[in-house]
């Protein structure tokens, strides 16, 4: 290489003419055609020609002149037809070198300026050759279809980042929402991409391409998305975003509605036979929440003086759903009936769950009937458990038993009972927490109402304590027989913080936190928290999978149906871990959420608050009017210790982003 020779490089994606005005060693000084002085190492030459230019002309016509050549150079790339070449080529699989693929292409005296065409047109469409400053190597056909699939691919994303960026510059600019049903195909598809990248952020598909997007339009917060697709009505303000990132079905498939209305249609009125067992003649109740319209257990109370005879009343759900069908499947993948203050989605169809399987007044039901008599001082007699037939007399509330809990027989008994066996739990070592529940209502036109509820009136604690009991006798009754079930145990509370239902508040928060995770398992084991040697629940067969599965056992030591095998039972426990654990996480979640929707709007409100533990540069505290936990930033020469009750004002909340922030005042 000499001063004065011509030679083309690559950069920035772009080739380059310059003329060597200095050598040393392997580094050169050139000139370029944009009049600019670079140094570059030889080894980054991409062609070199034998001509020399004559720098006496001065610095402004070398440049000209680089310039010219570049141009008449790209002018002959038009000249270059790579596809037939590699059409031609393809089957030697054989490098070619430069001045032969010239030729190819030139065949007329090819020069240098033939031999630049042949690089730049070949480094322009690289989807056919491999190639280097010397040679060239074809393509297989199947890295040729692979390069083509690649290519179209980049082709698109680079056109959705354009049509992405445009239309999110125009939505920001707009202050109503856009009609989607206008919207042109690509657009839709970068909905979809945005959509994907707010549920799931990196973990999205098209992460990199939703990013490129929003820079694009200026956008730098996952948050200015959702308002992006608020404003789209892909969302709604309120939108309930964990129904989409766990992909949850709202409603039910065609093929199992149309299941449960044939098992509606083809139901017939239920008669007693040599398995069931006529009890429609007993005062059956129910008592439940005011908008309950799943009823699945109800109580019945007969005072024989010297002892009572009890009846906990579960609505045979099993004698309605076989395993399997198409009604069962869809409940196991459900695993629960969903209850939110905005929403409620149903384990079955609501004309299963609200109609058919339901404790209706004054409807004739199967039941699995759990009958205990049981002597006033607490002590239970005996009690067996039996298929019945029975017909629910009074639909109650708590509230209609919180008015007459004092003065009517029945429920005094009733309460009595309930008190006993509470005690008799408490003696076995049973942890009793009992902290207010919270309840979030929702009009039509989105007001929040809360209330707090005493989980300790007579009306929820008799019948808490009263399925306790029952589902206790379900699991004796299940272990008596060797029978597999969804049994529920619970290891010992890492720290015991009171005795028996002493607890204050905070004691009972806390002790919430010491508890050990309960396990499932298909035989019985020691159940902490209740003080039982058994426990199942099987008193909700219409919201809870796991009730069914566990009713179904007892269904079968009745001789109403063939059992689940351990194995199958397993089974069943494992496939529901993940459906339960969302469950959980999205009733707490929207509860949450409303609850913050409903603080909001009460910003520098002042509310009581109780201190639970010193953090590093915080405290955190408990708001008992909601039952919701925060932190308190430590203010200077104030020393806070546990327990402590002091007074805060709500500084600022965001139930979208899950904030919830307040000072000391």
Partial sequence: MEIGNIVEYIDRQRITCAVILEVKKQRLRLLTENNREVNLSASRLLHRDN???????????TVVTLKELANKRKSLIGHVDIKDLWEVLNTEQEWIDLPTMTEFCFPNSPSDDHQSAVIRAFFNDRLYFKFNPTGFFPNSQEQVERLTAHNKEAQRKERLIDVGGNLLKTIIDQSQSIVSHNLSDEQKEVIEILRAFYLFEKESNEHALAKAMLAKAGIDSVDGVFQILVKLDVFDEDENIDLHRFDLETDFPEPVMENASRLVESSQIISTDDQRKDLTALPIMTID?????????????????DYYDLGVHIVDVGHFIQKGDLTDTEAQARGSSIYMPDHKISMLPSMLAEGLCSLKADEVRPAISTMIRIRPSGEII?????????????????YDVNIVADDKKEMVILRNIAEKFRKRRLDAGAVQISVPEINVWINDARDVTVSKINRESPGRMLVSELMIMANWLMAKFLAEHNMPAVFRSQPEPRERLYKGDEGSLFQNWMQRKLISRFVLNHQPEWHSGLGLEAYVTATS??????????QRQVRA???????????EIDKIIQALEIPMSQVARIQFARHRYWLLKYLEKRVGQKDEAIVLYKKRNSYQILLPEYM???ELPISSGIELKPEDY????????????????????
């Fill in 382 to 398: 005996h009690y067996e458990i039996i298929p019945s037939l029975i017909n629910v007399k009074q639909q109650l509330t708590y």
């Fill in 289 to 305: 929440g005011q908008g309950t319209l799943d009823f699945d257990d109800a109580l019945s109370l007969e005072d024989h003086g």
């Fill in 51 to 61: 001509a020399r230019l004559d720098l006496s002309q001065g610095r402004d016509k």
């Fill in 541 to 550: 067969p219409i919201r809870k999978y796991f009730d069914l599965v566990t």
């Fill in 646 to 665: 002091i007074q805060v004002t709500i500084q600022h909340v965001s139930a979208r982003k899950d904030i919830l922030s307040v000072f000391m005042g």
């Fill in 557 to 567: 030591i009745l001789g109403l149906e063939e059992p689940y095998s351990t194995e």
């Fill in 628 to 630: 919701l936990e925060c």
